[in-house]
């Protein structure tokens, strides 16, 4: 897929899967006295995941960690596809579940990850992947599509908006 042009490779997109650490939230941590360990989340992305929903997109979080405050800001945000705790060794076999349970084409997925742990997902065959400016190198090297935005402070949003461009969706709710 390497090569392809884009544009033509963003046509086909009906479904984005998202990591949450590195990708949705800059990778910071902080970790309280209660055992909270809360993140940062750009609105700019909650915006354009929004915009994807409300055009009928669908939205999956695929992520390894399984904090309740991240899973309040996924359901404020509307997305209900959410897979969270997955042992970060164990994302592909859920990729791969979610693909088929949802009778998805690999072609019309979007995966993006930024680590370790998502690199498994990437580079399966026929996976369509993207990931933040700042991913580890063996995952910048496996992705599709490198967004020039790092990871929490609008790669999600920059990927949405790319897909939608392409196919010519992008501001199509404006009057």
């Known amino acids: 897929m390497k090569g392809k042009d884009l544009s033509e490779v963003f046509r086909k997109i009906t479904t984005f899967v998202f990591d949450v650490d590195g990708v949705m939230t800059d990778c910071s ?7 909270e360990q809360p993140r ?16 009928g997109y ?18 404020y945000l509307g997305i209900t596809e959410v897979f969270m705790g997955a042992s970060p060794d164990g994302k592909a076999p859920i990729y791969e579940k979610y693909l088929s349970d949802n009778k998805l ?26 990931c933040p400016a700042d991913s580890v190198p063996e ?34 709710w404006i009057k």
Request: net charge neutral; no cysteine.
């Open 40 to 55: 940062s989340f750009n609105v700019r992305d909650g915006y354009g995941i929004n915009r994807a929903l409300k055009l």
């Open 58 to 75: 669908r939205v999956a979080i695929l992520s390894a960690q399984n904090q309740v405050g991240v899973r309040k800001r996924l359901e």
């Open 29 to 35: 941590v902080l970790a309280l006295e209660s055992g």
């Open 139 to 172: 995952v910048l090297s496996a992705a599709n599509y490198v967004s020039p935005v790092k990871g929490g402070e609008g790669a999600v949003r920059d990927l949405i908006e790319q897909v939608l461009k392409a196919q010519g969706k992008w501001l199509s």
């Open 105 to 130: 084409d690999r072609e019309e997925v979007i995966f993006m990850g930024d680590d370790i742990p998502d690199y498994e997902v990437m580079i399966r065959d026929g996976v369509v992947s993207a």
